[in-house]
C-alpha cells in the first residue's frame, strides 16, 4: 500500500484537467480513508463526516482572510485539529452508541451543521459563503514551465502534487496506525468489544480515538477542498455530501487503504463516468433523466455494490487475487489476505 | 381565553404538537421497520415522497383529491413490499450496515430518479381545508382547519396501527415475526411474508405523511429529508424498539423544534432535536422506553 | 412415521451429523440420546428444515421435507416444541396458544379449551404474560402450544431441562398419554436418559453426529455398556 502512494506521486505529466481533478480527488480520497478507518476498522458507522470538512473548510477560509499568506501547511494542520476537536466534542455522545442510534446521530450532526453556519452569517459568509485566494504555485515551481499555457498549467499541477503528497503523508500515518497496537486494539473492539474489556482495553477512550482520528482526517480533506476550489459555503457539505462520501467508500472498499484510493479516484472522474454511461444508453444529458443521471447511478451502484460485492471494487480486486493465487500449485501460493 | 391560546407558549406547544402529531407517524413507521427487520429505513422520507408523487400529481388532472391520497398510499405501500422482497431480503444475517448503506443509496436514487419522472413540476398541492389560521381577538393561533385535520388525521391512523397489532390475527402474527421469528415458524407462521407486510404498511403510512407534509407546498423529493431526521431522532429518543417511544418522542421532538424556531430562528430548528437526542440518549442510551435488553456474553 | 435416511449435516468444516438413519413408527415414542453436542438439537432442527442437511433424506409419512420451508413443514403437521421452550414472553398464555393454532384451519375457541382441559393450570392463567409463569407452567404452554393445531408429528427437544424430578415425571406421563391419545409420533430428545427410556418404545443413541445404537428401549436401557458410556447411568 505504501508502494501505490509512491506510484501515484510518479504520475505528474498530465494536462491541466486532469491535474484539477486528481487533486480533488486526493482531498476526497483523505476524507474517505478517515471515514474507511471509523466504520471497517472501528466497526462506527458515522455519517457525519462532511459536517468535520465542513470545520475543517470554514476554519481554513476564515483563518485565510484574517490573516493572508499563511503557510499551507499551518493551515492544515489548523483544519486537522479543528477537526479532531469537534470530533471529540461530537464523540462523546456519539461512542455510546451502537449501530443505528450512532449513523442517526452523526445525520442529525451533519445535517444541523448547514443551518448552524447560516446562523452566523458574520463570520460565516452566511450563504454566500467565504473566498479566498485560489492556490498559486511558489516561483520555483513556475519556473519549471515554459509556453502560452505555463501559469495556468504551473497552478493546476502544483495543486495536483499538492494534494497528492499530502495525501500520501495522511495514508502513510494511517497505515502506521494500522499496524499498531492502537490499530489492533480498535479492530478488536469493533469485533468483540466484551472480550476486549476483559483484555484490559478501554472502550470509550479506543472509540473515540477513531472518531477524533476520523473527524481530523474529514477536516484536513475539507481544508485542503477549500483551498483548491478557493470558496467554502454551507451548500457544499449537505446529505448528498455524506451519501456520496458512503458511496465511494463502499465502492473502493471499506477498510483498505487501496479502497479509499479507488474512492477517490471514482470522485475525480464520476463527470467521465456519467458522459460514458450517457453514451452506452443513449441518454440525452439535457432532458430530465440526464441531468438527474449521476445520483441515480451512483445510488444504484452503490446498492448494486453491497448487494453483490460488499468488499467493494478493492474487495473484488483480493477476491480475483485469492482465486489466481488458488490456481498456483501449493508450493507457489501466498498467504491469503483478508 | 383568547389570549391564553396565543401566549407565546401556547403558540409554541400547540404548533409543536401538530408538527410533532406527524413526526410521531413517520417514527412509528421506523419503529415498525425497526423491530421487524431489525434496519433503519433512511429511504423512509424518499419512499413516502414518492407515493406522494405518484398519487397527488393525479390531482391536476382532474381526479377526486380523497382518491388521489389513496393512491399514494397505494404507491407507497407498493413501493414497500418491492423494496422489502428485492432489497432488504438478501440482506438477512449480513452485517448490520449492509442495509443500512443500501437504503442509504435507495435514498439517493429515489431523490434523483423522481424529479426525473416527473420533469420539475412546480405545482402547489391543494388542500382540502384551509390552511389560514385562526384568530382570536386579533391574536394568531397556530392552528388552522388544515392543521386539525392534520392533527385528527394522523392521531386516527396511529390508533388504527394500535388496534391492528393489539387486536386482530395479523397483528399477533406480525408482533410474533418480530420478537421470535425462529419460533414462529415452527408454528407455521409465514414470518418473510409478515415482514413485507410490516414494510408495505409502513410505506403506506408514509406516503400519507409525505401528502400531508407536502400540503400547501409543491412536490420535491426533499420534503421529507427534515422530517425524517426528526423522526428518527424521536424514534432514538423514545427507543426504536417501542412504539409508545417513538409517538412520545414525536410530539416531544414537535414541541422542542417549535420552540427553537420560536426562541432562535428557523435554521436552528434541527439542532433543537438533535440536543434533545444527546441529552436522552446521555441519559438513557436504549431509549426512555426500551426495557433493559441484556447484553449476550 | 418418521423416516430419516442417511442424513449429513455440516457445519463447516465440522460435522454436527454422520450418516444418520432410524425410522421412528408412529403411535410411539422414539428417543433420542447421547451426551451433549451429540447432535441431537441439530437432528430435529433438521427436521423441522431450520438447518439444510448436506446429504440424505427425511420422510414424514412418504413426503419428503427436504428442502421445504419451515413453516410449510409445520404446516403440514410437524409440531416442535424447541430447545429453551420458545415461549414468548411479552405475550400472554392465550396470545401464545392463539398464535399456535393461527397456521391451521382449526377453531380457535376450540381448540383452546382442549388444551385448558389437558393443562388446567393454563386455563386458570390464560390472561397472563407468559413471563410470569413457573419453568414447568413454560413446559405445558410450549406444549399446548406445539399441540394446538392437531399435529401428526411431535419433536420434543428436552422438555426436562432446568425442570424439578417429581415435574419432568409429570412431563413425561403427559407426553405418554398424549402419544397414545392422539395417535402422535414422538422424537423425545433428552439428555436425561433415565425418564426419557422409561416412556420411550425405542430409542437411538447419537456419539458426536452418529448413531452408536438403536433398538426397542428396554433393550438399550439394560445395554451396561450403553448405559455407561453414553448415557452417563453408573455401571
Known amino acids: 500500500m505504501l508502494l501505490t502512494a509512491g506510484a501515484l506521486s510518479a504520475t505528474f505529466g498530465l494536462s491541466s484537467l486532469n491535474d484539477s481533478k486528481l487533486a480533488g480527488g486526493a482531498a476526497i480520497a483523505i476524507v474517505i480513508l478517515g ?74 450532526f451533519s445535517f444541523a451543521v448547514g443551518p448552524l453556519a447560516l446562523y452566523f452569517p458574520s463570520i460565516t ?43 500520501a503523508v495522511a495514508f502513510f500515518f494511517m497505515a502506521n496506525l494500522f499496524h499498531s497496537r492502537t490499530g489492533r486494539a480498535m479492530r478488536l473492539v469493533r469485533d468483540n468489544d466484551v472480550a476486549a474489556e476483559l483484555a484490559g482495553v478501554n472502550l470509550q477512550r479506543t472509540r473515540t480515538l477513531a472518531f477524533v482520528i476520523s473527524a481530523a482526517y474529514a477536516g484536513l480533506g475539507g481544508s485542503l477542498l477549500t483551498l483548491l476550489s478557493g470558496s467554502v459555503n454551507s451548500q457544499m457539505y449537505s446529505l448528498q455530501l455524506s451519501i456520496l462520501l458512503l ?92 | 381565553m383568547g389570549s391564553f391560546f396565543s401566549s407565546r407558549i401556547m403558540t409554541d406547544i400547540l404548533g409543536g404538537l401538530a408538527s410533532g402529531v406527524v413526526i410521531a407517524l413517520v417514527a412509528l413507521c421506523l419503529v415498525i421497520i425497526w423491530k421487524s427487520t431489525h434496519v433503519l429505513n433512511f429511504a423512509q422520507g424518499a419512499m413516502g415522497m414518492f407515493g406522494a408523487f405518484v398519487g397527488m400529481n393525479l390531482v391536476f388532472h382532474g381526479v377526486n383529491y380523497w382518491l388521489c391520497i389513496l393512491v399514494s398510499m397505494m404507491a407507497g405501500l407498493l413501493l414497500g413490499g418491492a423494496t422489502e ?50 384568530q382570536s381577538h386579533g391574536h394568531t393561533i397556530l392552528m388552522s382547519p388544515f392543521v386539525a385535520f392534520q392533527i385528527v388525521l394522523s392521531l386516527t391512523v396511529m390508533g388504527a396501527i394500535a388496534l391492528l397489532f393489539r387486536f386482530t390475527d395479523l397483528g399477533l402474527k406480525m408482533r410474533a415475526a418480530a420478537l421470535a421469528p425462529e419460533v414462529s415458524r415452527l408454528l407455521g407462521v409465514r414470518v418473510g411474508r409478515l415482514l413485507t407486510w410490516g414494510w408495505m404498511l409502513s410505506s403506506g403510512v408514509g406516503a400519507l405523511a409525505a401528502v400531508i407534509v407536502s400540503s400547501g407546498q409543491s412536490l420535491a423529493p426533499s420534503n421529507m429529508d427534515g422530517i425524517f431526521v426528526s423522526a428518527f431522532i424521536a424514534a432514538a429518543v423514545g427507543g426504536l424498539e417501542s412504539p409508545v417511544g417513538a409517538v412520545t418522542g414525536g410530539l416531544l421532538i414537535g414541541v422542542a423544534e417549535s420552540f427553537a424556531l420560536n426562541f432562535w430562528s428557523t435554521n436552528l430548528a434541527p439542532l433543537a432535536g438533535v440536543i434533545v437526542l444527546v441529552v436522552s440518549l446521555a441519559w438513557r442510551p436504549q431509549g426512555i422506553f426500551t426495557r433493559h435488553v441484556a447484553r449476550r456474553v | 412415521m418418521i423416516f430419516v435416511n442417511e442424513l449429513s449435516v455440516s457445519y463447516g468444516a465440522i ?29 430435529l432442527r433438521t427436521i423441522s428444515g431450520l438447518v439444510h442437511p448436506s446429504k440424505g433424506d427425511i420422510r414424514c409419512d ?74 414447568g407452567e413454560r413446559q405445558m404452554l410450549a406444549m399446548a402450544r406445539a399441540l394446538i ?6 419433536l420434543l427437544d428436552e422438555p426436562s431441562l432446568g425442570l424439578a424430578p417429581l415435574v419432568t415425571a409429570d412431563v413425561m406421563k403427559t407426553i405418554d398419554s398424549l402419544c397414545n391419545v392422539e395417535d402422535l409420533t414422538v422424537i423425545l430428545v433428552e439428555q436425561n436418559a433415565r425418564s426419557a427410556l422409561r416412556i420411550a418404545h425405542q430409542a437411538i443413541v447419537l456419539h458426536l453426529g452418529a448413531v452408536v445404537a438403536s433398538g426397542p428401549a428396554r433393550e438399550v436401557a439394560n445395554d451396561p455398556d450403553l448405559r455407561h458410556y453414553y448415557l452417563g447411568l453408573v455401571k
Open chain 3, 15 to 43: 460435522k454436527a451429523l454422520n450418516d444418520v438413519s432410524f425410522a421412528a413408527p408412529s403411535s410411539s415414542i422414539t428417543a433420542v440420546l447421547g451426551a451433549n453436542g451429540a447432535g441431537k438439537t441439530t437432528l
Open chain 1, 35 to 108: 471515514l474507511s478507518w471509523l466504520i471497517g476498522w472501528s466497526g462506527q458507522v458515522s455519517l457525519g463526516n462532511s459536517g468535520f470538512m465542513a470545520v475543517g473548510g470554514y476554519v481554513t477560509a476564515i483563518w485565510a482572510n484574517h490573516h493572508t499568506a499563511t503557510p499551507i501547511i499551518f493551515s492544515l494542520c489548523l483544519a486537522m485539529l479543528c477537526g479532531a476537536l469537534s470530533g471529540l466534542i461530537i464523540a462523546l455522545p456519539a461512542t455510546r452508541l451502537r449501530g443505528p442510534y450512532l449513523a442517526g446521530m452523526t445525520l442529525a
Open chain 3, 62 to 135: 412418504e413426503t419428503s421435507v427436504v428442502g421445504m420451508a419451515t413453516e410449510e413443514i409445520a404446516r403440514m403437521g410437524v409440531g416442535h416444541v424447541p430447545e429453551g421452550r420458545g415461549v414468548i414472553s411479552e405475550f400472554t398464555v392465550e396470545e401464545n396458544l392463539r398464535l399456535g393454532i393461527l397456521a391451521s384451519r382449526l377453531d380457535v375457541n376450540e381448540g383452546m379449551e382442549r388444551q385448558f382441559e389437558l393443562f388446567p393450570i393454563l386455563g386458570q392463567r390464560r390472561k397472563q404474560y407468559a413471563s410470569t409463569l413457573s419453568g
Open chain 1, 247 to 338: 458511496t465511494l467508500m463502499v465502492l473502493g472498499g471499506v477498510g483498505t487503504l487501496g479502497g479509499a484510493v479507488i474512492g477517490g479516484l471514482i470522485y475525480s472522474y464520476s463527470d467521465n463516468l456519467v458522459s460514458l454511461v450517457n453514451k452506452l444508453t443513449g441518454i440525452n444529458p439535457t432532458s430530465s433523466l440526464g441531468a438527474n443521471l449521476k445520483g441515480v447511478f451512483f445510488g444504484v451502484l452503490l446498492i448494486l455494490t453491497m448487494l453483490l460485492a460488499p468488499k467493494g471494487l478493492g474487495g473484488l480486486g483480493a477476491r480475483i487475487a485469492n482465486m489466481a493465487n488458488r490456481l498456483r500449485p501449493a508450493s507457489m501460493r501466498a498467504p491469503t489476505r483478508e
Open chain 1, 125 to 167: 459568509g452566511g450563504s454566500g459563503g467565504l473566498f479566498l485566494n485560489f492556490l498559486n504555485a511558489p516561483n520555483w515551481f513556475l519556473n519549471l514551465f515554459s509556453g502560452p499555457q505555463a501559469l495556468v498549467q504551473a497552478n493546476a499541477q502544483w495543486s495536483a502534487d499538492l494534494s497528492i503528497v499530502v495525501a
Open chain 2, 85 to 134: 422482497r428485492v432489497l432488504i431480503r438478501p440482506l438477512y444475517g449480513k452485517p448490520e450496515i449492509n442495509p443500512i448503506v443500501v437504503m442509504v443509496g435507495f435514498l439517493g436514487v429515489i431523490e434523483s430518479a423522481v424529479p426525473s419522472i416527473w420533469k420539475n413540476e412546480i405545482s402547489t398541492i391543494p388542500t382540502p381545508f384551509s390552511q389560514v389560521y385562526y
Open chain 3, 149 to 154: 393445531a392437531r399435529p401428526h408429528f411431535l
